[in-house]
């Protein structure tokens, strides 16, 4: 059965519309520009989501600026909030209308060992939303049936684009889990991935503390509202059971290095966009375990998905900034100065 709710690709009226979009459209941050690009329409297997709001990810910063893997041209944007709009099979018209988080796969390849061992996150044929498929950073996109995930009524009409930030950071932290109840945990970085990290490592139990710099006195006070500690202190060497570094910042990650105790735990969460040098020593004298987690799977969403229902994350305070789609540069320059914690661009 693949009856559409929308009109089938092909008929006449099927591109009649267009719509704004942030695009990546050639190398260079010169060309991150608004287009105009026609509506997608839900095929088979897919549903069409009206943005409501979509987060911006260090991630598109790298992308700007050629750090990050993508295909151009295409429209950007990946931490999605919206409302399925239509589907492309009738089985599937009980989702319409229901307020969704989307995964960031659009398709992996199925085979190789990785899918296989469902892992599709590693998939070296992955195509994702905003990086090799169109985003959303635009009115309307489309996305496998299978990426949506419905959110509960009591969250407000903002908060849940931090879902698929929260994915990202239980893939890092929660499999395998990396935090025992009393462990000393230290997160270097108060932006969204930080501020998610220290949350989650809180729930699991860790008495947690959030670094920063003097200039992020703003956004250590969002943590300390929601009782994590916070410093802008050199964190003292070798007195923590776990670190995880959450800025992307070369010396953040020598400072989480040489914080870690004996036989801790280093967590890579941000990403550096570039070659960096670090005091890697460390991990040898100290024995430490290095881990990380890329992008998102099926399970870190279901974590991510049951700790937002359970009440043990907070977001909204996390959401600093919205703007419309035609302020999109002062959002992109708002994010990659890290002001604020969480810039959104609403479509509208």
């Known amino acids: ?18 719509m704004p979009a942030v ?12 287009e105009t690009v026609p509506e997608p329409i839900a095929e088979p297997g897919m549903a069409r989501i009206r ?56 398709s992996t390849c199925g085979a190789c060992d ?19 498929e169109n985003g959303g950073f635009t009115r309307y996109l489309v996305v496998p049936i299978g990426n949506l995930h419905p959110l509960p009524d009591f969250l407000d009409e903002i908060e849940g684009v931090l879902s698929e930030p929260l994915a990202c950071v239980t893939q890092c932290l929660c499999d395998p889990g990396v935090i025992n109840p009393g462990d000393r945990v230290l997160v270097t970085g108060p932006g969204a991935m930080g501020q998610l990290s220290a949350q989650v490592a809180k729930a699991e139990g860790g008495h947690v503390t959030l670094a920063g710099l003097e200039k992020d006195a703003e956004r250590l006070a969002v943590a300390a509202s929601l009782g994590i500690a916070t410093t802008t202190a050199l964190p ?15 010396a953040a990650a020598a400072g989480a290095l040489r914080a870690a105790r004996r036989g801790g735990r280093y967590v890579q969460v941000g990403i550096f966009g570039k070659d960096v040098t670090l005091p890697f020593d460390q991990v040898l004298y100290k024995e430490l ?39 999109w540069h002062d959002a992109f320059d708002a994010a990659a100065r890290g002001d604020g914690i969480k810039t959104v661009i609403i479509p509208a």
Not at 1 to 18: I, K, Q, V, Y
Not at 65 to 76: L, R
Not at 114 to 132: K, M, T, V, Y
């Open 289 to 327: 375990v290095v881990t990380s987690g890329f992008a998102s799977t099926p399970t870190s969403w279901r974590r991510a998905m049951v700790l937002i229902e359970q009440k043990l994350v907070t977001l909204r305070p996390l959401v600093t900034r919205q703007l419309p789609i035609a302020q």
């Open 236 to 250: 003292e060497a070798n007195s923590f059971d776990v670190v995880i570094e959450c800025s992307g910042s070369a």
């Open 23 to 34: 695009v990546k459209a050639g190398p260079g941050a010169d060309n991150v520009r608004l």
């Open 1 to 18: 059965m693949s009856a559409t709710h929308s009109s089938a690709p092909g008929h006449s009226h099927a591109h009649s519309h267009d």
């Open 114 to 132: 990785w899918c296989r061992a469902g892992r599709p996150n590693l998939c070296p044929n992955r195509r994702s939303i905003g990086s090799f």
């Open 51 to 106: 943005v409501l709001a979509t987060g911006i990810c260090g991630t598109d910063i790298h992308i700007a600026h050629d750090e990050y893997a993508h295909d151009a041209p295409v429209v950007m944007g990946h931490e999605i909030l919206g409302i399925v709009d239509s589907v492309g099979d009738r089985a599937d018209a009980l989702l319409i209308g229901k307020r969704v988080a989307c995964e960031t796969y659009y």
